[in-house]
C-alpha cells in the first residue's frame, strides 16, 4: 500500500490551487462563451454549433466530454480555462457551512446531514471511489464519484493518476487515498474503495472491509494537520448494493470507536445523506448507539 509520504509531493497536497483570481470570475454570457470554446477547442466541432444551443445544453455537452476523458489529457493551458469556468460557476451556487446548517447528534462530535456533499464546505468530504481510482467514465452515470470529479475538475482525475501511478495497482478494498479538493467547497477529498456486496453469505468479511474503508480515510486525515472537519458519504450503499441498514450501524459504530481512541484529532465528522431512507437510519443508529 502506498502511504501518504510517497505521494503527497507528486500531487502537491498542501498547496492551494491559485491559477484563478477571483477578479477575473466570468458572469453567464462570458461563461457560456468560455463553454462553447472549450466544447470546440475538445471535440474538435464548429462554434457556431454550440454558439446557438442553449447554455444548459451546451454546459451539459461539455460535462459529457470532460467526464470521459483520460488523465492528463488536457495541456496547463486547457486546464486553467477549465478552473475559470469551474470557479465562476461555484461563485453563484449554495454552499453549506458545518456550523451553520447541521444540527447536533453528539457530544462527540458525530454530525448528521442531509444534502448534495459536493456543496458542503468542510475540510474534507469522502468519496466513495472504484479500485482504479480514477473517477466514473460514464456522464449519465448517478454515482457520487461522477458528481464528486465533475464539481473538482479534471485536475483531481490526474492527481489520482499520478498517485495510482506511483503505486502500481489498483487499490485494494478498505483502502483510501487523498488529493485536493480543487473547486469543491471542500480542501480535500478522501478516496476510498468499498466492498461491492455479493451477497449475505459474504457478510461478515465485506462488513469488515467496510469498516475498514472508515478507518483508513480517519488515519489519513489524521496526518493532515489542516483537516479538522470531515463528511462521510454512504459509502457502498449505492450501486455495490451493501445492506443500508447494516452499513449505517457499521459506520457509527467505527467512527464513534476511532473518536474514542483519537479524542482530541478531529472536530467534527458528519454523516452526509442524500435520501429521506438514509437519514431515518442514521437517525436510528446515532439515537440507538448514544444509548448504548
Known sequence: ?????????AVLLDQPLTTINSQELLDPPKKHLL???????????????????????????????MIQARPFQFSNADLVKVDLLLASERRNESIHYIENNIDQVKRTGLKL????????????????????LLGCFRPDHPCIDNAIHAKA??????????????????????????????HLPARF???????????DDHLGIES?????????????ASQVL?????????????????????????????????????????????????????????EQALGTYHHA
Not at 208 to 220: D, E, H, I, P
Not at 226 to 237: L, P, V
Open 226 to 282: 489542516a483537516i479538522k472537519t470531515i463528511a462521510f458519504c454512504c459509502i457502498s450503499t449505492g450501486i455495490y448494493g451493501f445492506p443500508a441498514a447494516v452499513a449505517t450501524k457499521i459506520a457509527v459504530e467505527t467512527v464513534t470507536e476511532w473518536i474514542n481512541k483519537h479524542p482530541d484529532r478531529l472536530n467534527t465528522i458528519v454523516f452526509n445523506v442524500f435520501c429521506l431512507r438514509d437519514q431515518l437510519l442514521y
Open 189 to 199: 477529498v478522501l478516496h476510498t474503495v468499498g466492498p461491492i456486496h455479493k451477497g
Open 113 to 132: 446531514w442531509h444534502g448534495d456533499i459536493t456543496t458542503l464546505a468542510c475540510d474534507a468530504i469522502v468519496n466513495a471511489a472504484n479500485s482504479e
Open 1 to 9: 500500500m502506498l502511504a501518504l509520504d510517497d505521494y503527497r509531493q
Open 35 to 65: 463553454t462553447v470554446k472549450l466544447l470546440s477547442d475538445f471535440s474538435g466541432s464548429a462554434t457556431a454549433e454550440y454558439l446557438r444551443a442553449e447554455p444548459e445544453k451546451a454546459r451539459r455537452a461539455l460535462y459529457a466530454l
Open 153 to 182: 475538475g479534471p485536475r483531481m482525475r490526474d492527481d489520482c493518476a499520478r498517485i495510482m501511478q506511483l503505486q502500481g495497482h489498483r487499490e485494494g478494498t478498505g483502502e483510501a487515498k487523498i488529493t485536493r479538493g480543487y
Open 208 to 220: 469488515k472491509m467496510l469498516a475498514k474503508s472508515y478507518v483508513s480515510c480517519l488515519n489519513l
